[in-house]
């Protein structure tokens, strides 16, 4: 099992800065996020996408996920964290992001530590909520390659959405399980490893 996986705020000191960034349109992914799926759970639609369906070993993975509220009454979530959405980078035979040992065996998950009291999602109709994070290829926890080395090569599901405690360590609250997009980490040359887990998160 891996140590002290979750932290609040308050157990340890921030890993990433969380600047404010203007977006020209909040409910559309910017251009280069071509990877992208979709899940629509009621009047909620909620869009991931990468900046590539394929890396090489190192390559830092950019990733986005928009909240759209596509009915005619104010949608508000909430999971008592800060921040509220989520990423969680598994092997391809996981079903959900907390399948049993997958958390465990995952390469990366956003975020590592949190604040409490959260903050709620508030989305009247037509509004949108964007959020954006990168991952710099590395891996999170000691594994046989070791820790802060490339990702080994193989095909991997990155989820997210709503994120949420659960049995299995780490899950998704809305969409239910969240939403999941493939992609392949390809056997070639690996970048240098940098800092480990290495994040910057953008709120739009």
């Known amino acids: 099992m891996r140590p002290s996986p979750l932290l609040p705020y308050s157990a340890v000191i921030l890993l990433w800065a969380v ?3 203007g977006s020209a ?3 559309a992914l910017p251009a280069r996020y071509t990877h992208t799926a979709v899940v629509v759970e009621g009047d909620l639609q909620v869009t991931i996408g990468t900046d590539a369906a394929s890396y090489a070993p190192g390559d830092t993975v950019f990733m986005a996920v928009v909240f759209e509220n596509t ?3 104010t949608l508000r979530y909430s999971n008592d964290t800060d921040p509220i959405f989520g990423f969680s980078i598994v092997g391809d035979s996981c079903a ?3 399948a049993p040992g ?3 065996d995952g390469l990366w998950y956003f975020p590592q530590v949190f604040g409490q009291p959260g903050i709620q999602l508030v989305l ?10 990168y991952w710099d290829g590395t891996l999170l926890f000691p594994a046989a390659a070791g820790a802060n080395q490339p990702a080994p090569a193989g095909d991997y599901r990155l989820f997210g959405g709503i994120w949420t405690f659960t049995t299995g360590g780490f899950g998704f609250l ?3 399980g969240g939403v999941m997009l493939p992609f392949t980490i390809a056997s070639g040359s690996p970048a ?3 800092t480990w887990g290495a994040i910057k998160t953008r709120y739009h």
């Open 19 to 21: 600047p404010s960034v």
């Open 124 to 133: 009247p109709p037509g509004e949108c909520g964007q959020y954006a994070v």
């Open 174 to 176: 809305v969409p239910t």
């Open 96 to 98: 959900t992001a907390d």
């Open 71 to 73: 009915g005619s009454d």
């Open 25 to 27: 349109d909040p409910c």
């Open 102 to 104: 997958c958390f465990d």
């Open 192 to 194: 240098a490893a940098t």
